[in-house]
């Protein structure tokens, strides 16, 4: 039972997931249909447990991944390891929260210095759209693309950067949830999840495997490939990979507790859900 002190963290993160799964239809699709998987395991379960969400963005003030990570710090979570992704000219951290319980946050920025004066000149045009004071508030982490786009520039985007593109096209809202593959009753363990997903007729994420990690490395994950949604451009509405449903399954460390992080390696590949793909 959540304690009231809790509430606003658990309205914040019920907010967030109904701004995802408008956007995104199939992702509560594939959730009830584990959902009723799982109740013939125990009728009583009533919900997924959700590892953790994702968000994207540009290291340019007011919208880096610090800024927005304080909107999560300010319900008490805390910032924890860094990773970097040299190639995709990326780094993320992830948050965590004392309570037992709550979901991780892991948020990435894309660094626009290593990347082209075309690159550059867009990040800076979007992150001068957005008030300071809007990071600040809730409601900034479903607030969606403030600022206008065109086809055109995102398909320039796109030959240089999948991350950049996409983080143009879409703005801020969730990237994706994670359900704890852990928390499960009625699957044995990843494969068999992935199993089931794919027989019920969604495609994976094949980008270095099906199923990125090991369980020596303490974390094993997948994901769905990311579902295509109709965007509206200031040049013509237009059918792009949106978000997808990420599936994680942790293990314990030496002490016993199951490993909390996220694996570099893991993420660089999960991050290809939303590949356009011809």
């Given amino acids: 039972m959540q304690t009231s002190s809790l509430k606003p963290i658990h309205d914040l993160f019920e907010k967030i997931?109904?701004?995802?799964i408008a956007f995104n239809p199939k992702a509560k699709r594939v959730y009830d249909l584990i959902l009723e998987h799982e109740?013939?395991?125990?009728?009583?379960?009533?919900?997924?447990?959700?590892?953790h969400v994702a968000y994207r963005t540009y290291d340019i003030s007011p919208i880096n991944m610090a800024e927005i990570g304080r909107i999560f710090e300010k319900h008490g979570y805390q910032k924890r390891d860094r990773y970097l992704f040299n190639d995709k000219k990326l780094v993320a951290h992830h948050w965590e929260h004392p309570?037992?319980?709550?979901?991780?946050?892991?948020?990435?920025?894309?660094e626009t210095k290593k990347l082209s004066p075309l690159v550059q000149k867009i990040a800076a045009q979007a992150a001068a759209s957005v008030?300071?004071?809007?990071?600040?508030?809730?409601?900034?982490l479903w607030s969606r693309r403030p600022w206008k786009a065109d086809y055109k520039t995102y398909q320039d985007l796109l030959k240089?950067?999948?991350?950049a593109a996409w983080m143009y096209a879409f703005g801020f809202?969730?990237?994706h949830f994670t359900i704890s593959v852990n928390a499960l009753k009625s699957f044995k363990d990843l494969q068999a999840?992935?199993?089931?997903?794919?027989?019920?007729?969604y495609a994976l994420n094949t980008a270095g495997g099906e199923i990125k990690g090991v369980p020596s490395d303490l974390l094993e994950q997948s994901s769905t490939l990311a579902e295509k949604?109709?965007?509206?451009?200031d040049d013509g509405t237009f059918e792009i990979p949106a978000c997808y449903y990420e599936f994680a399954r942790r293990w314990p460390q030496a002490d016993g507790q199951l490993y909390p992080g996220f694996l570099a390696a893991n993420a660089d590949k999960i991050f290809e859900s939303t590949n356009v793909r011809t």
């Fill in 17 to 20: 997931w109904a701004d995802y």
């Fill in 39 to 51: 109740r013939t395991a125990d009728s009583s379960i009533r919900e997924i447990k959700n590892d």
């Fill in 99 to 110: 309570e037992p319980g709550l979901p991780k946050v892991f948020i990435s920025e894309l």
């Fill in 131 to 140: 008030k300071s004071g809007d990071v600040q508030k809730d409601e900034f």
């Fill in 160 to 163: 240089e950067s999948e991350y």
């Fill in 173 to 175: 809202r969730a990237n």
């Fill in 193 to 201: 999840l992935n199993a089931f997903i794919k027989s019920s007729g």
């Fill in 229 to 233: 949604a109709q965007v509206q451009f």
